[in-house]
């Protein structure tokens, strides 16, 4: 723990990444609640902290937002096959107590702000035999 006063110097190791696919790690994940908007109405909301790691061992990071809502059930749906829990095609029920720490796969893309955001998440890519890059 830090106090008020402390030295500091250590601005982190993170970047921003060039637009790719990436493999990431769930680094933090929580519950939140969507206050609504023209599109979508109030909804549970999960919060998630992404880190990436790029083939030369360079790393970004950014938040992802998973409204709980019909309209945009797509994206649960890719967010769960990316972390290897569901299958095309078959239907799951979400099991959040093993979404921090998941390993996915994703398109990041740069905004206009210049920070790193999720576009989609991508389906895991097995290797030849048959196991999944993380090990499941």
Not at 33 to 46: F, M, R, T, V
Not at 111 to 128: A, F, I, M, Q, T
Request: net charge negative; charged share 30%.
């Amino acid at each position: 723990m830090m106090d008020w006063n402390d030295y500091i110097e250590n601005e982190g190791e993170l970047t921003t990444l060039p637009e790719g696919d990436y493999d990431f790690t769930v680094t933090s994940f929580e519950k939140g609640q969507h206050a609504g908007s023209a599109k979508i109405p109030p909804c549970n909301k999960a919060i998630l902290e992404l880190t990436f790691r790029a083939p030369d061992g360079s790393r970004g990071k950014c938040k992802d937002f998973l409204l709980l809502h019909d309209s945009v059930e797509w994206k649960l749906c890719a967010f769960f096959r990316s972390i290897g829990q569901k299958q095309h095609g078959k239907g799951i029920t979400m099991d959040w107590n093993k979404v921090q720490g998941a390993k996915g796969r994703a398109h990041v893309i740069v905004n206009e702000d210049g920070y790193n955001r999720v576009d989609k998440y991508l389906d895991p890519v097995e290797e030849e035999n048959g196991a999944l890059p993380w090990g499941e």
